[in-house]
């Protein structure tokens, strides 16, 4: 993805993955797995990707998205996300895992190279 003016990298990106990942990853299974979103230990709900454009999140919301190839974390708003990803080209940039989070860390969304998303927090059923 090109992270451009619109991504703001945070230097300091230890304060919320650490959180990140007290709340929501298997520290035990991260060794192995590598990535958070293959090492979660809460129940999501798996969605197809073309369902990241439905979900009830406010567009203008500032959230955190973290590339978990590059291990670099991002402020941007959630609708500028979506308008960067939706031109993102598959053959340029197959392997891409990045978990999209509130700054709160109360949910999340991880869209996977395997093209589907694991949504947390979103969902009151």
Do not use: C, Q
């Amino acid at each position: 993805m090109d992270f451009n003016k619109d991504f703001i990298k945070i230097e300091d990106s230890s304060k919320y993955l650490k959180v990140f990942i007290e709340k929501f990853v298997d520290k035990s299974s991260l060794d192995k797995n590598i990535l958070f979103w293959n090492s979660l230990n809460v129940e999501v709900k798996v969605l197809d990707l073309s369902e990241l454009k439905n979900l009830k999140v406010n567009r203008k919301e500032e959230v955190l998205l973290y590339d978990e190839r590059e291990r670099n974390l991002y402020e941007i708003k959630y609708g500028l996300f979506l308008k960067h990803y939706k031109k993102l080209k598959y053959w340029e940039e197959p392997d891409h895992d990045y978990i999209i989070m509130n700054k709160g860390l109360d949910w999340f969304i991880a869209i996977t190279h395997e093209d589907f998303l694991l949504v947390y927090g979103l969902f009151t059923t």
